[in-house]
């Protein structure tokens, strides 16, 4: 069950309520403007093995990221294979097919920025392009965690996968790894939503503060300030989406005085 904190900040479990089922499809809405978000929204995506519908993105950049299984996903229908620890971006009116030949389910974080207005409905499969050539990108739209290089920021690190290299200017897509103890409190100049994907720690807005672990997702509205702490003896690893897009390493102090953005602690 979601837990509401200060300031409209939410912690909620990856497969809170009641999913929608179509087909091989599965779909947990967690955040979105249904529940206080402004622009940014957050769901799990669960494809059991077989063909799934399609998913026609509308008018916003989608960023997906792959927390387990193996599969091909098909946008516009060219084929690309996934697996876990892969993000991807999904560039405005894209159609997504996934082809999971495998006994376990593909299961996909997505954000949609913003958040379209109306909701879109699936599609019959899409398994072919009517063009012989894929799309110009700078890179494919496929992004590995493992090929991306780590970006320190003092006792910190983070990768980016899906940015404006990729084709997305409106949403900046990273995986962040936070050492045992609390940073600074602080705040963002945009809405973001955060997945704990290994760890376990203190989500906290303000005075208020919840339980965090593996699977974990969480809901920032812009300005308000948190902190993530990892209350563990490891790692605490976090995948976060934010918009308007930018660098992961930019947050502004509380109690500031120049209120000049510095680098993580």
Known sequence: MAVLLEGGCRVAGMRDGKPAINGTLSVWPLVGRANGASAISLR????????????????????????????????????????????IYLRPGAILTVDNPNPEPLVVISSQCPEPLAEANT????????????????RPPIVRLADRKAVPTADRWYRVLVDDEVGS????????????GRAPDHFHNYEEVLVILRGSGRMWAGETNAPIGSGSCIYLPKGQVHCVENTGADELRLLGVFYPAGSPSVRYEVGNPSNSPVAPN
Do not use: H, M
Request: charged share 15%.
């Open 44 to 87: 799990t995506l669960k494809f059991a093995p077989g063909l799934s519908p399609a998913l026609k993105n509308l008018e916003c950049d989608e960023v997906l990221y792959v927390l387990s299984g193996v599969a091909n996903v098909l946008i516009d229908g060219f084929s690309y294979p996934v697996q876990a620890e892969s993000g």
């Open 123 to 138: 599609l019959p499969p899409k398994t072919a392009s009517q063009s012989a050539e894929r799309p110009l990108l700078q």
């Open 169 to 180: 200017k409106q949403v900046t897509q990273f995986v962040g790894s936070i050492p045992p």
